[in-house]
């Protein structure tokens, strides 16, 4: 019930075009869904997040789509770039449960010229 | 803002030394630290939650005795691999949790730490 599946493993995409992954969730307690990319070698940084009170957050051209009723949720990358290029994790967490994360098995993304 | 770091970035020590590696939230005061470790390509396993002035909480089959979380002060918490040992080698990563503000729930991660056990 913890886990969180996140699809798919890896992408390609052509510069300019839209990158979507997918999460899915299975604990109707997580309130809070974060989206972070991490480069090689690095730690992972905040990309954008939302709340179930909220079906859609935009933040340049990254978006979350949030489906409370299908407990799922996704992240649009609009006009992708080659420096999108690095390793997606979709994440959830519930204030009950002292706010721990539970992580997506990550994508791969990979923008093409 | 939330900028966290870690020290050091890289590691190498040999098999049955300790090695400690320091978790600091830069620009805001946290009440609660987490510990990760990433194998290659693989996603982030929650090693333990580190609430300050409290003892640590460690996740199902971690050894709270090999790897010792210390959380003094609300800028600074710190891991200590003990007795280290080659299946020890991974990418750990601290991330923090603003103490105030409307982001509580929000996990800022540090650049990681590189540790090779030879």
């Known amino acids: 019930q913890q886990q969180v599946k996140q699809s798919p493993q890896s992408l390609i995409v052509q510069k300019g075009g839209i990158s979507i992954i997918n999460c899915a969730y299975e604990?109707?307690?997580?309130?809070?869904f974060p989206w972070y990319q991490q480069f090689p070698g690095k730690g992972p940084a905040l990309l954008i997040a939302i709340r179930p009170d909220v079906s859609e957050k935009k933040e340049g051209r990254f978006t979350i789509s949030f489906n409370k009723s299908a407990k799922q949720f996704s992240l649009h990358i609009m006009d992708s770039q080659p420096g999108d290029s690095a390793t997606y994790f979709c994440?959830?967490?519930?204030?009950?449960?002292?706010?721990?994360?539970?992580f997506g098995t990550g994508t791969q993304l990979k923008v093409e010229l | 803002g939330a900028v966290v770091s870690q020290h050091p970035s890289r590691v190498i020590c040999k098999s049955g030394t300790s090695v400690k590696i320091e978790c600091r939230s830069l620009d805001f005061q946290a009440t609660t630290m987490f510990w990760y470790r990433q194998f290659p390509k693989q996603s982030l396993m929650l090693m333990a939650t580190s609430n300050e002035g409290s003892k640590a909480t460690y996740e199902q089959g971690v050894e709270k005795d090999k790897f010792l979380i210390n959380h003094a002060s609300l800028t600074l918490s710190t891991l200590t691999v003990t007795s280290a040992h080659p299946e020890d080698s991974s990418f750990y990563i601290c991330s923090a949790s603003p103490l105030a503000g409307g982001n509580t729930d929000t996990q800022y991660f540090g650049p990681g730490t590189r540790l090779t056990v030879l």
């Open positions: 604990n109707t307690a997580f309130d809070y």
């Open positions: 994440a959830a967490s519930s204030t009950g449960g002292g706010n721990k994360l539970t």
